[in-house]
């Protein structure tokens, strides 16, 4: 069974801290792995990764893939409040069905 | 949000009753999605679609069934709706070719079943 596990569950920092926060995959056939933001709503999209060792920036956020540990984290500097939201990792597998397999993402508290 | 619009937004309705939900898109993806989401368990796969009348089941798809007879509809129904059907229902859409773009998704419709 595919399964994507994020780490930790939840988390509360303040403004300015660091954080990262961790994604590992057990999957048949891995094509990409995603993160997003969800806020009150939609999840929204953040980064797709599908090569392993490079990293994806925008802004304060960066994430990167190591295939060989069948994981990725996503690293987020000098925290803002506007960066409390649950923070989603998925996997798009390969083949039959097509279907992201997401995790229970992780929760982050930003205090001022 | 990326020409998404679900209806309704909220609703409350009575186990036993039928209820039906609406993806509208104006992008002209050819993917769409149906995921439910609750604690505890993340964002679940109900059902999806890769073309008009092209339907296909995910991981959580008893007691829902969806129809797409146009490009930009996708519609889910819970032929009779249960407690455990209690939920936020979130669509999603994908571009085709020359390779699928990342779901992006609807604000999400908050069902209740009392």
């Known amino acids: 069974e595919d399964k994507v596990v994020q780490s930790p569950l939840s988390l509360v920092v303040h403004e300015g801290d660091t954080v990262t926060l961790n994604c590992s995959y057990e999957?048949?056939?891995?094509?990409?792995l995603l993160w997003y933001k969800q806020e009150k709503k939609a999840p929204t999209f953040l980064f797709m990764l599908t090569s392993s060792g490079i990293e994806k920036k925008s802004g304060r956020l960066s994430s990167i893939l190591d295939k060989k540990e069948l994981s990725s984290i996503l690293n987020i500097t000098a925290t803002q409040t506007g960066d409390s939201a649950i923070y989603l990792c998925?996997?798009?597998?390969?083949?039959?069905?097509?279907?992201?397999?997401f995790g229970k993402g992780t929760k982050l508290t930003v205090n001022p | 949000d990326a020409g998404i619009t679900q209806s309704p937004r909220h609703k409350v309705t009575e186990t036993g009753t039928p209820v039906t939900l609406r993806c509208h898109q104006t992008?002209?993806?050819?993917?769409m999605y149906w995921y439910r989401q609750d604690p505890g368990h993340g964002l679940r796969l109900i059902h999806y679609s890769y073309g008009v009348k092209d339907t296909d089941k995910g991981e959580v798809s008893d007691g829902y069934s969806v129809s797409r007879s146009k490009t930009e509809d996708f519609l889910l129904t819970l032929e009779s709706a249960t407690s455990s059907q209690t939920s936020v229902y979130f669509c999603?859409?994908?571009?085709?070719?020359?390779?699928?773009?990342?779901?992006?998704f609807g604000n999400g419709t908050r069902l209740t079943v009392t």
């Open positions: 998925a996997v798009e597998v390969q083949g039959g069905s097509e279907k992201l397999v």
């Open positions: 992008e002209n993806h050819r993917y």
């Open positions: 999603a859409i994908s571009s085709g070719l020359p390779r699928r773009s990342p779901l992006h």
């Open positions: 999957v048949t056939n891995f094509r990409s």
